[in-house]
């Protein structure tokens, strides 16, 4: 792990989430009621505080935001690793169980730790 802070623009995310709230005609209690996110945990995002991991990840989903979006980083921000969209992709997939999803994961780490070059092969 760096060293090098990240820091988490709570204040526009806060913005991009009143934005969201704004299109849908939506109040905070709706809000609320809707992620099962407390007012009182908004009211404290709209002073400039971060929420916690759990309600950031709700409010991420709920509102189609990228926490990463609202991070600034000294360095550039690494892509994406493949396996991880891969992941992601499975675990949003309908037809899939968590269980399914989970096993597929699975193999594709295996055949993709097979088959994808190392840094020295290219």
């Known amino acids: 792990m760096s060293d090098l802070p990240v820091i988490f ?14 299109a849908r005609q939506m109040k ?12 009182s945990t ?4 709209a002073q400039g505080r971060g929420p916690d ?4 990840a709700v409010l991420s989903a709920w509102s ?8 600034s980083m000294s360095t550039p921000k690494p892509s ?3 396996l991880a969209m891969l992941s992601s992709l499975l675990r949003q997939d309908p037809r899939l169980s968590p269980e399914a999803a989970a096993t ?3 193999v594709l780490k295996v055949t993709y730790s097979r088959l994808a070059q190392k840094d020295t092969d290219k």
Do not use: C, H, I
């Open 28 to 39: 905070w209690k709706d809000v609320s009621q809707q992620t099962g996110v407390s007012t």
């Open 9 to 22: 623009d709570a204040k526009a995310f806060f913005r991009a989430l009143e934005a969201t709230a704004s």
């Open 53 to 56: 991991a759990g309600g950031l």
């Open 80 to 82: 994406t690793e493949p």
């Open 42 to 45: 908004l009211s404290r995002m």
């Open 104 to 106: 597929l994961e699975d």
């Open 64 to 71: 189609g935001l990228n926490p990463g979006d609202f991070t």
